[in-house]
């Protein structure tokens, strides 16, 4: 069993930055963020998955969130600029093993997952 622990998120207005992190109790083959805002299902954010030394991201989010991790390949830093409403969500870390390429954006290939933190943005 691996447990996600998730730390930052917040508010703010529009074009505001804000960053959230996790931290897995153990390594795994790649780790990375979903959102789920209200009455919306839950889409794909950004992974990392190791072997590809690289992070992957949504449209929605490519060139205003950036990825990182740490050394240890277990604590991610999901950095978030230019913020817009619509990136309004409850976010939740996720963590799996053995993920085939053609599942990364597919939350259900993921076995981990934390408990999800705010980040809301008004304009």
């Known amino acids: 069993q691996v447990h996600l622990v998730e730390s930052g998120g917040g508010s703010g207005h529009t074009g505001a930055s804000l960053r959230v992190s996790c931290t897995a109790s153990?390594?795994?083959?790649?780790m990375g963020w979903f959102r789920q805002a209200p009455g919306k299902e839950r889409e794909f954010v950004t992974v990392?998955?190791?072997?590809?030394?690289?992070?992957y991201y949504a449209d929605s989010v490519k060139g205003r969130f950036t990825l990182s991790r740490d050394n240890a390949k277990t604590t991610v830093y999901l950095q978030m600029d230019s913020l817009l409403p619509e990136d309004t969500a409850v976010y939740c870390c996720?963590?799996?093993?053995?993920?085939?390429?053609?599942?990364?954006?597919?939350?259900?290939?993921?076995?981990?997952w934390g408990q999800g933190t705010q980040v809301t943005v008004s304009s």
């Open positions: 996720a963590a799996g093993m053995d993920l085939i390429t053609s599942t990364l954006t597919n939350g259900a290939a993921y076995a981990y």
């Open positions: 153990r390594r795994t083959d790649a």
């Open positions: 990392f998955r190791w072997r590809d030394g690289r992070p």
